[in-house]
């Protein structure tokens, strides 16, 4: 644990697991007359931080939405730069993960992906298979509208074969086919940016998450903010309905 997380005292309970909405990269670039593409750089480098920060609270769950569904329309040059961003870090830091207990997951399609990067990811996600420390997960064409969808048309599916029925379908049946089977729900969800909304992520896992939004672009991201997060997360009281 850094000298920053352990000089900071919480009472309550640390989430277990926190999922961030990176958003800001395009507009930290406006504000500087950078073009969006180094946005995106310096925003990979908050992704390291939260990494970082999330290992100093011994967060046992990050997920990071990195590219929505809706991306794709996008300039060709910028989604091009993102995938090779991805592309870069895949190569790179893979056996830092590794080294430090990091279990990588990526959720969402990946049929558009290009075909090399598809490639690294299934790679990273083997290599790190066994890895318990922290479960990175990242959204990468990701959609929550799409992966309800889906894992209805996969439960339809055994209904119409036979190996389920109507009754057997409940909530915890729905689950286990969604993307993110096997993780709890996030606890809390951070935005950056300055915006107050979802943008189709995690729609069913979110629903007694607690929320927190910051004006910081993402690029700017830090530690400290990442610490701000958590305090205000362990001063809330979480109800659950009751």
Do not use: C
Request: net charge neutral.
């Amino acid at each position: 644990m850094t000298n920053l997380a352990a000089e900071i005292e919480f009472s309550g309970i640390k989430p277990l697991h926190v999922a961030i909405i990176m958003d800001g990269n395009g507009r930290w670039a406006n504000e500087r007359g950078l073009p969006r593409t180094m946005g995106h750089r310096e925003g990979a480098k908050a992704v390291s931080r939260a990494i970082e920060s999330a290992l100093d609270h011994e967060i046992k769950y990050l997920t990071l939405f990195g590219f929505s569904r809706e991306n794709w329309s996008r300039s060709p040059s910028e989604v091009s730069a993102i995938m090779g961003l991805l592309r870069l870090h895949l190569m790179q830091d893979v056996d830092k993960l590794k080294n430090e207990g990091i279990a990588i997951r990526f959720i969402g399609g990946r049929d558009k992906l290009p075909a090399d990067v598809r490639d690294l990811i299934e790679k990273s996600e083997q290599e790190t298979a066994n890895n318990q420390r922290l479960y990175l997960t990242l959204a990468v064409d990701y959609g929550g509208r799409q992966e309800l969808t889906d894992a209805a048309r996969r439960l339809a599916k055994l209904v119409l074969e036979g190996e389920k029925s109507l009754k057997d379908i409940d909530e915890f049946l729905f689950s286990q086919h969604l993307a993110t089977y096997g993780m709890p729900d996030p606890d809390l969800i951070i935005r950056t940016s300055g915006e107050q909304r979802v943008s189709n992520f995690l729609l069913w896992q979110m629903a007694y998450s607690e929320f927190w939004f910051t004006n910081v672009h993402w690029p700017d991201f830090s530690k400290k903010t990442f610490d701000e997060a958590v305090r205000i997360f362990q001063r809330r009281e979480r109800r659950f309905g009751s």
